[in-house]
């Protein structure tokens, strides 16, 4: 009975697992199969470098949305990525239990709201602040990459402390046994040791970051031009898919499904360059 019993669980994970693989591969070839053809049709050079957007006169650049999407990433980066990982040490080696059973649920319920309840929050409460402190519309760079430094702290936090607390004990006792004091035997020992997991915490961010698109609608400013600053408006490919699908039809509806394949391509080689960095760090 156990036998068949595990026979019929290997089928079902089985085609679980190829479920998985065919739903990935459909994606990959309706956007491949509507998108890339019309690549060719606009001109490689002139739908990836261009520099302006005119659906009305079948220009079709999207250089300003791909430069606002990786500023965006960049600065939710610089934004997300320390406050996480500190956190994500505090919480696994610093933080006292009755505050780590508040901060933990926290943790969980940042991770569990609704991409426009963050966009909500950027307009009411981020975007009149920039404006007051440091001008302009409020409406920009600077506070879409806030907003997303708040939104991945979630995915940094769990994936990080995960990987910092799968570290044997026997580092962090060792570097004690030495003589090192509590914070130099976790930043010196147990935090390298983790830089793995902690690896996969950043990239995960980043993919939460240049995937987003609710809530940068929201404060972004949406602007289809070159990013002029940190002060000023700009439109990321979700955002430029998001906006205008709606009504696009024939070229313009093509040049969205196209520019969905430059944000796969994006995605797949910061997937690419995460297991290649991945293997570097197993290596040594």
């Known amino acids: 009975m156990k ?13 679980a697992a190829c479920a998985s693989i065919a739903l990935v591969a459909m994606i990959c070839i309706f956007l491949f199969a509507n998108g890339v053809p019309t690549i060719g049709k606009i001109g490689v050079s002139d739908f990836i ?3 302006k957007w005119r659906p009305n006169n079948d220009i079709f650049g999207i250089l300003p949305m791909i430069l606002g999407s990786v500023y965006v990433t960049l600065g939710a980066i610089l934004v997300g990525v320390p406050i996480g990982i500190l956190t994500a040490t505090f ?6 239990k009755g505050a780590y059973r508040l901060l933990k649920p926290a943790v969980e ?3 569990g709201i609704p991409s426009v309840i963050y966009g909500f929050f ?18 920009s760079m600077l506070t879409a990459s806030l907003l997303l430094g708040l939104m991945i702290l979630p995915t940094l936090i769990s994936v990080a402390e995960a990987s910092l607390r799968a570290v044997p004990t026997s580092y962090y006792e060792g570097a004690l046994a030495l003589g090192a004091g509590q ?17 996969a915490a950043i990239i995960l961010g980043i993919g939460r970051a240049i995937g987003e698109t609710m809530a940068v609608i929201m404060v972004a400013g949406n602007q289809a031009r070159m990013p002029q600053g940190l002060l000023e408006g700009v439109r990321t490919m979700t955002t430029n ?16 499904i196209a520019t969905a394949v430059v944000l796969f391509i994006f995605i797949m080689l910061i997937n690419l360059t995460f297991s290649y960095l991945k293997g570097k760090v197993v290596q040594q």
Do not use: W
């Open 183 to 199: 914070v130099r035997s976790v930043f010196c020992t147990v935090v390298p040791a983790a830089k793995s997991g902690i690896m």
């Open 91 to 96: 919480m696994a080696h610093f933080c006292p």
């Open 3 to 15: 036998k068949h019993q595990e026979v019929i669980m290997q089928q079902v994970f089985r085609a």
């Open 109 to 111: 319920l940042l991770a």
């Open 49 to 51: 470098l261009g520099q």
């Open 241 to 256: 898919i998001v906006i205008e699908m709606g009504y696009a039809a024939d070229l313009h509806r093509d040049a969205l």
């Open 122 to 139: 950027g307009l009411v409460v981020l975007v009149p602040f920039i404006r007051d402190n440091f001008g302009g519309t409020g409406s």
